[in-house]
């Protein structure tokens, strides 16, 4: 028997990325998505640079819930998707849709950072370690801030001999800067944590400046992770149970 007969579709919406290998991760998360909701209609939407559009994947839907694949909230989940929905909405006033908050922060996608460290061979808590946290960055500072936090609260809950913050752009210390800082400041080992949901260019630049300011380590990207699987239902069933469609407001 299906036990949500009446779930709204769910419509995830990504940065999007001129490189490929954004979309297939993704899609990939998506999948997983799929398999642990087999009920639901997930959809994927864009907000530049790949199709569809979040009009696009909204076609034909009368309710929907709109997530959005960001980690924190800044410009495009404050602007540009309730512009979008707005919009659609304008075009179709029985549109009924439901705006989630973002991803982060959250402690699962801590447990998903986690995960990407010990794939790349880095014990969670290692006391001889020392974590950069690395965000693509943002022009809002409220958004870098929350990278921050998220740095000093997996510090205090584990025993690494730090967790520090730092900005792919728009802010600063940068990635390789901090690796430098932190092996003048005495730190046994360097390693550094993509706080990025998929590969491109940031992805690609950050690696190979932190390998090449001597980091010991770089995770992978979050990617397809389960335990991102997992938030983003969460998400979905937050978003599900809010009394008032956001898109209406």
Known sequence: MNAHPTAPPLIAVAHGSRDPRAATAVEALL??????????????????????????????????????????????????????????????????????????????????LERRLAEARVEAGDPETAVVLVSAGSSDPRANAVVARVARSWARRRSWWSVTAAYASAAAPAPADEVVRLSRAGAPRVVVAPYLLAPGHFADKVRRDTLAAGADRVADVLGPAPELVTLLLERYEQAVRRPEPAATA
């Open 31 to 112: 999948d997983g998505v799929r398999l642990a909701r087999p009920d639901l209609d997930v959809r994927t939407a864009y907000l530049d640079h790949a199709p569809p559009t979040l009009a696009r994947a909204l076609s034909g839907l009368d309710e929907a819930v709109v997530l959005p694949l960001l980690l924190t909230a800044a410009y495009h989940s404050r602007v540009d998707i309730p512009a979008a929905l707005r919009e659609a909405s304008a075009r179709r006033p029985l549109l009924r849709a439901r705006l989630g908050p973002t991803l982060g922060p959250h402690p699962l996608l801590v447990a998903a």
